[in-house]
């Protein structure tokens, strides 16, 4: 059974940093394309990170330039540098694996809370 177990979450104050782990367990993890969604209170649900197979990157544009996505194959582990928090990015974090991230996310993390609040 594929499991994505998401830590590192937790309260920060705006200005700080988080680093976000996902270890994933029941599957290869170096084929699948990997990130990091998000959910804040009455919002929807947006992609913040994705690394695919290749190493590729994107970014939500509110998140460029202060997130940072990175894997290490070898440990079947995601991460997620997060600098500079602003209390905007106050949300549940979600861990994805997917096949084909451009279909759509076969596996999910069952979330971290992230707060950035004085």
């Known amino acids: 059974q594929v499991q994505l177990v998401e830590s590192g979450g937790g309260l ?3 200005g700080g940093s988080l680093k976000l782990s ?3 367990s029941g599957l290869i993890f170096s084929p699948y394309d990997m990130g990091w969604y998000r959910q804040a209170p009455g ?3 947006e992609k913040v990170a ?3 197979r290749d190493g590729s990157t994107i970014y939500l544009d509110s998140v ?3 997130f940072t996505i990175s894997r290490d194959n070898a440990k079947n582990t995601a991460f997620l540098q997060m600098n500079a928090l602003k209390p905007e990015d106050t949300a549940v974090y979600y861990c994805y694996v997917s096949r084909f991230s451009a279909i759509g996310v076969d596996y999910w993390g ?3 809370l992230v707060t950035v609040s004085s």
Request: charged share 35%; proline share 6%; aromatic share 0%.
């Open 110 to 112: 069952k979330g971290i």
């Open 12 to 14: 920060v104050q705006p």
């Open 43 to 45: 919002q929807e649900r």
């Open 22 to 24: 996902c270890e994933a």
């Open 50 to 52: 994705g690394m695919n």
């Open 64 to 66: 460029k330039g202060r």
